[in-house]
């Protein structure tokens, strides 16, 4: 059914309408820099954060204004998770699963402890929660699964435990689903508040982010870099690529590695006490099992984000609105009268493995796809690769998976719809 839409209603953002994101750098291009970073986002920020910490000089570049991309439009949920859990990820990678996954949970610790400020440099204001999740059958078919999953974690001593149907309106005001999992270690921030919070604590540490300015090719010079941007040319000692879904023909080979995907949200107006009360009694992030998966949670200022997609044809932002808010009032029927004040969309990368990557492109250290659930892992990688360029760690353990290209992926406007068509299938069982 078509949206009900308030009178204020705007296709932009809730996140970045509520905030003023820091200035980029309006300083001149500098002629040669210890690291070279493409992609202002949460993972190229993290890392000119902990490079310019250690003392190398850094520049940031990133062709749109800053705060504009992904990390200022996703949900706000921080997981600690991998597309799968630590048996399946056992069974297919043995002792490197172990590795990977505690680099998750890694990733989730960083980001509690740069919020809170552990490292004496002052926290970011971003309204963090540790809110845990809700993960939600979808079908009778997924409860055995679910049950399966609670029990796999709970082995490895984390809190996480199984919620059956007859206890789920204690989690969650809806009668959708079948059974539920809990996840403590899982919170939820305002995105482009701690985006911003994260340039400010690199600039502040003295590397140059420079916005609106695109990088149009990287190319070796002997032992450096030369970066060629729309402003000018930059020879960079290291270059490490953190354009996740944005990929573009400046990293061509990189390009091929990851697959844009849409992903769209809605907001709410703001909600009486009582109603959001009603939606989310515990306030956890919550997501549903399908492909096509469903996520939404309610906001600081308690509104309903409400996101997922119908599938992986392109469409435009009214087209997803229409879809998301029909499928919130399934959920929700309470919601009923309730406008959508937001309604914005955006690029998520996927691998063919559906797991994050690290690696290196002649010579050019990159991460990338982390599939949707990039706040905390995209963030620690970024990190991460600051310490390697470094010297303070060697590479994550995601940096020995083979980075396979998606198969035809100049095709991929004539085959999605029909992975589209299977995964809508597979969906409804």
């Given at each position: 059914?078509?949206?009900?839409?308030?009178?204020?209603?705007?296709?932009?953002?809730?996140?970045?309408?509520?905030?003023?994101?820091?200035?980029?750098?309006?300083?001149?291009?500098?002629?040669?820099?210890?690291?070279?970073?493409?992609?202002?986002?949460?993972?190229?920020?993290?890392?000119?954060?902990?490079?310019?910490?250690?003392?190398?000089?850094?520049?940031?570049?990133?062709?749109?204004?800053?705060?504009?991309?992904?990390?200022?439009?996703?949900?706000?949920?921080?997981?600690?998770?991998?597309?799968?859990?630590?048996?399946?990820?056992?069974?297919?990678?043995?002792?490197?699963?172990?590795?990977?996954?505690?680099?998750?949970?890694?990733?989730?610790?960083?980001?509690?402890?740069?919020?809170?400020?552990?490292?004496?440099?002052?926290?970011?204001?971003?309204?963090?929660?540790?809110?845990?999740?809700?993960?939600?059958?979808?079908?009778?078919?997924?409860?055995?699964?679910?049950?399966?999953?609670?029990?796999?974690?709970?082995?490895?001593?984390?809190?996480?435990?199984?919620?059956?149907?007859?206890?789920?309106?204690?989690?969650?005001?809806?009668?959708?689903?079948?059974?539920?999992?809990?996840?403590?270690?899982?919170?939820?921030?305002?995105?482009?508040?701690?985006?911003?919070?994260?340039?400010?604590?690199?600039?502040?540490?003295?590397?140059?982010?420079?916005?609106?300015?695109?990088?149009?090719?990287?190319?070796?010079?002997?032992?450096?870099?030369?970066?060629?941007?729309?402003?000018?040319?930059?020879?960079?000692?290291?270059?490490?690529?953190?354009?996740?879904?944005?990929?573009?023909?400046?990293?061509?080979?990189?390009?091929?590695?990851?697959?844009?995907?849409?992903?769209?949200?809605?907001?709410?107006?703001?909600?009486?006490?009582?109603?959001?009360?009603?939606?989310?009694?515990?306030?956890?992030?919550?997501?549903?099992?399908k492909n096509f998966l469903f996520y939404w949670r309610l906001t600081p200022d308690r509104r309903l984000a409400f996101g997922g997609r119908r599938s992986l044809d392109p469409v435009?932002?009214?087209?997803?609105?229409?879809?998301?808010?029909?499928?919130?009032?399934?959920?929700?029927?309470?919601?009923?009268?309730?406008?959508?004040?937001?309604?914005?969309?955006?690029?998520?990368?996927?691998?063919?493995?559906?797991?994050?990557?690290?690696?290196?492109?002649?010579?050019?250290?990159?991460?990338?796809?982390?599939?949707?659930?990039?706040?905390?892992?995209?963030?620690?990688?970024?990190?991460?690769?600051?310490?390697?360029?470094?010297?303070?760690?060697?590479?994550?353990?995601?940096?020995?998976?083979?980075?396979?290209?998606?198969?035809?992926?100049?095709?991929?406007?004539?085959?999605?719809?029909?992975?589209?068509?299977?995964?809508?299938?597979?969906?409804?069982?």
């Open positions: 059914m078509p949206a009900l839409l308030a009178p204020t209603y705007s296709e932009t953002g809730l996140w970045q309408a509520q905030m003023t994101p820091p200035p980029g750098s309006r300083e001149a291009l500098p002629t040669k820099v210890d690291v070279a970073i493409v992609g202002a986002g949460l993972c190229g920020l993290a890392a000119a954060d902990t490079l310019a910490v250690a003392g190398r000089s850094v520049v940031v570049f990133d062709r749109e204004p800053l705060c504009w991309g992904a990390s200022s439009r996703n949900g706000g949920m921080v997981i600690p998770e991998l597309k799968a859990g630590p048996a399946s990820l056992e069974q297919h990678y043995g002792e490197l699963a172990q590795r990977m996954y505690a680099e998750a949970n890694d990733a989730f610790d960083f980001i509690e402890a740069t919020i809170a400020g552990d490292d004496g440099r002052g926290g970011i204001e971003c309204n963090y929660q540790r809110s845990g999740q809700l993960y939600l059958a979808h079908t009778r078919s997924h409860v055995g699964e679910l049950r399966e999953q609670a029990a796999e974690h709970a082995a490895l001593g984390e809190a996480v435990r199984f919620v059956p149907a007859s206890r789920l309106s204690e989690e969650i005001g809806s009668e959708a689903f079948f059974g539920g999992v809990v996840f403590e270690r899982t919170g939820g921030l305002h995105p482009a508040r701690f985006h911003a919070g994260l340039a400010s604590r690199a600039m502040t540490a003295g590397a140059q982010v420079i916005d609106r300015t695109g990088v149009t090719g990287l190319s070796r010079r002997g032992v450096s870099h030369r970066v060629e941007t729309t402003r000018g040319t930059v020879e960079a000692a290291d270059v490490i690529v953190a354009t996740n879904a944005y990929a573009d023909g400046a990293t061509p080979a990189l390009k091929h590695k990851v697959l844009p995907v849409g992903s769209y949200i809605i907001a709410t107006e703001v909600l009486p006490e009582e109603l959001a009360h009603s939606i989310s009694p515990t306030g956890r992030m919550m997501v549903d099992t435009d932002v009214p087209e997803a609105r229409d879809f998301l808010y029909d499928a919130m009032l399934r959920i929700h029927p309470q919601l009923a009268g309730t406008a959508v004040e937001y309604a914005w969309g955006g690029n998520v990368a996927i691998t063919l493995d559906r797991l994050p990557h690290v690696g290196r492109i002649d010579g050019a250290w990159y991460a990338t796809g982390c599939n949707g659930s990039g706040v905390a892992m995209n963030t620690w990688l970024g990190h991460r690769l600051g310490e390697v360029l470094t010297g303070q760690a060697p590479p994550p353990a995601l940096a020995e998976l083979k980075h396979r290209n998606v198969p035809l992926s100049s095709w991929r406007h004539a085959y999605l719809p029909l992975v589209s068509r299977w995964f809508d299938v597979q969906d409804r069982r």
